[in-house]
């Protein structure tokens, strides 16, 4: 089992910067990919960003290119997401999820972060 706590959500205004973060536990966490995907009101869950189990690999929505930081820090069993230059449209609720097989499917989830951005 593995379990995720995130942290870092809240209310910025556009232009502004958040850094998410999710802490794991229950599993070697060295070993398995991380992703943070969102959900806004109304709309389906997407994948915002993905890394890899050794950090060296990450993809990124285009909506968030070159704005938005995934990475990961082994030793401290946390994946970040670094947020900068935030728009309104990335007000979403927040999650980090675990793909522990390496499999491409995420079966552990976290309990999600709200992050609002003004206008």
């Known amino acids: 089992q593995v379990q995720l706590v995130e942290s870092g959500g809240g209310l910025v205004q556009a232009g502004g910067s958040l850094r998410l973060s999710c802490t794991a536990s229950g599993r070697t966490f060295s070993r398995y990919a991380m992703g943070w995907f969102r959900q806004a009101p109304g709309k389906e869950r997407e994948i915002v960003a993905a890394?890899?189990?050794?950090?060296?690999?990450?993809t990124y929505v285009d909506s968030v290119k070159g704005r938005f930081t995934i990475s990961k820090d082994n030793a401290k069993n946390t994946v970040y997401l670094q947020m900068n230059t935030l728009e309104p449209e990335d007000t979403a609720v927040y999650y980090c999820a675990a793909d522990v097989d390496l499999r491409g499917k995420y079966d552990y989830w976290g309990q999600g972060t709200q992050v609002t951005v003004s206008s």
């Open positions: 890394i890899s189990w050794s950090g060296s690999s990450t």
